[in-house]
């Protein structure tokens, strides 16, 4: 198996290389340490897998799983991630990777095992990441249903914080259209003020997705 690690750790991506090469000999073609970079590495190397961190400069890892699916779609995708939370899970599930290891909750053993599987055509996902999925899932007024694209873009602004003004300059649309969209969030999650939705946005993950710098890597 060729395999590209993108994690912006040095101590992780060491240790994630050590597990590739020796312990389940498998060769290493490229590492990155940023999303861009990352997407031109996999398009240059067109590796068998991607060992993927999601916090990321310049583009964050939902920004390269896209990218990817239009560059290199038989490229399998393993994502290796310390958020394992209801709205990094819905991303992560929208874009069709091939596992999840949390990093937080799994061990090395379990990472040898998901590398295992995704390698040989299987998926892998943490335990953690199919008991959030499956709670969302089940929650009939889980966010995925009373909200659309847009509005979960501009509550993952909100969680910044990010001013009308600021969002809209970011997503290039009116302070007008901003407001609007922020009343309709706080109307359908039965929230009644900004700190709220503030609140809401953190503890839900969707912070992680505001650091991307393209305004469409906030879309799923």
Do not use: W
């Amino acid at each position: 198996m060729k395999i590209v690690i993108v994690e912006d750790h040095l101590m992780f991506r060491e240790v994630l290389r050590k597990v590739c090469t020796r312990d389940l000999r498998h060769t290493v073609v490229g590492e990155a340490s940023d999303g861009r970079t990352a997407v031109e590495l996999v398009i240059k190397t067109m590796p068998d897998l991607v060992l993927l961190d999601l916090h990321l400069p310049n583009l964050d890892g939902f920004g390269v799983v896209e990218a990817l699916k239009q560059a290199a779609p038989l490229v399998r995708i393993l994502v290796l991630s310390s958020h394992c939370d209801l709205y990094t899970v819905f991303r992560a599930e929208k874009g069709r990777v091939h596992g999840f290891v949390d990093k937080n909750t799994n061990t090395v053993a379990t990472l040898k095992d998901a590398i295992t599987a995704v390698s040989q055509g299987r998926t892998y996902f943490s335990e953690s990441f199919v008991r959030i999925k499956d709670q969302r899932h089940r929650d009939p007024q889980s966010f995925d249903k009373l909200l659309t694209d847009r509005e979960r873009a501009i509550l993952t602004l909100i969680g910044l914080p990010l001013t009308d003004l600021e969002i809209a300059v970011r997503l290039e649309i009116s302070t007008e259209t901003v407001s609007k969209h922020r009343f309709n969030v706080l109307r359908k999650l039965g929230l009644q003020t900004t700190s709220e939705l503030m609140r809401y946005s953190r503890e839900h993950g969707f912070t992680l997705s505001a650091q991307a710098s393209d305004p469409d890597a906030l879309l799923p």
